[in-house]
């Protein structure tokens, strides 16, 4: 073995040592408990008793801990429309048109200049950046400040905002 890797070895080994001794093996916190201690009360001095009757010690009471707040649950509304100004972008399309995207979460909402709308689903569902439309299989595909939008028949046009 050569000096420089004995070197590596011996100064690589006790920080992955040192690291691995940082990480909780059961998944929970070292520095946080989930309930706080429970610290017994000072004993009490009773006066003296006769001699006949020994004393015994009493553990103090534990207090019961709290239960645990219920999960959080969030409710959607899918029955109130979308807002209008919120989550919408316009772009500046190659032609000299303007389109503007509204962000519908799961789906995008195409408006052109002329005032038409297009719905397009998200393609494959569980993402955020290609949509189609079912019927026509028109697409938009987002990056960044860029949308490109295909319509059938057309050259794919580039839009920025």
Do not use: W
């Not at 009471?61 to 969030?74: F, L, Q, S």
């Amino acid at each position: 073995m050569s000096f420089g890797h004995m070197v590596r070895v011996s100064i690589t080994i006790p920080l992955l040592l040192a690291a691995a001794a940082c990480v909780p093996q059961d998944n929970a916190p070292k520095s946080a408990n989930a309930t706080a201690p429970v610290v017994a009360p000072a004993p009490v001095q009773q006066p003296a008793a006769p001699a006949a009757a020994p004393m015994v010690a009493v553990p103090p009471a534990k207090t019961p801990a709290p239960p645990p707040a219920p999960p959080t649950k969030i409710v959607t509304d899918l029955t109130t429309p979308p807002r209008s100004g919120i989550g919408a972008a316009t772009y500046r399309c190659g032609n000299g048109g303007m389109i503007t995207i509204q962000n519908l979460g799961s789906a995008l909402r195409l408006v052109r200049a002329d005032g038409t709308t297009e719905e397009f689903a998200a393609s494959p569902a569980n993402q955020s950046s290609r949509y189609q439309e079912a019927v026509t299989h028109d697409a938009i595909v987002i990056d960044g400040r860029e949308a490109l939008v295909m319509k059938r028949g057309s050259t794919p046009q580039t839009c920025k905002r």
